[in-house]
């Protein structure tokens, strides 16, 4: 039992890592960097196309970690028996997952949509639209890091 329970452990964190890592990557260093070097007509086709990769991974992360989540919580005896933390997680991590939602099914295609028809300023006001949003997400990714960590010493 302690076997399974560590690696759903060890899938729950990867799968936030990741999340909440390409957040960091795509917000502080991928955008800048496209932003600094390429025209929009370079720039935006290219951060669509990474979004649309990252995207499949975030979907993949979130399977991961609602169900690895939701199977320590049973293991543990349900939600009753856990440490205050997880219903905090829980409950930041619902609400990342709505916002990549809302991301990827209003904003996001849009961008495509403006990206195809070459509509620049559409486009650059879409992925701006993204770009705030990821932030949010990403401080709550930090949020539930610090939850995991430093929660389960209060």
Request: aromatic share 10%.
């Amino acid at each position: 039992m302690l076997l399974l329970h560590t690696t759903l452990l060890f899938l729950h964190l990867l799968a936030a890592a990741f999340w909440v890592g390409g957040m960091a990557v795509m917000h502080f260093a991928v955008r800048p960097a496209a932003v600094a070097t390429l025209e929009p007509p370079m720039r935006l086709p290219l951060l669509a196309a990474t979004l649309s990769r990252f995207f499949v991974g975030v979907c993949a992360a979130i399977v991961v970690v609602l169900a690895s989540g939701l199977l320590m919580v049973w293991m543990s005896g349900g939600f009753a028996r856990v440490h205050w933390s997880v219903h905090a997680m829980l409950t930041v991590g619902l609400v990342m997952m709505a916002l990549f939602l809302h991301i990827r099914f209003a904003p996001y295609p849009r961008l495509q949509r403006a990206v195809a028809a070459r509509e620049w300023p559409v486009a650059a006001a879409n992925l701006n639209v993204i770009r705030k949003l990821v932030a949010v997400n990403l401080a709550l990714g930090v949020l539930v890091f610090a939850f995991a960590v430093i929660g389960r010493s209060v």
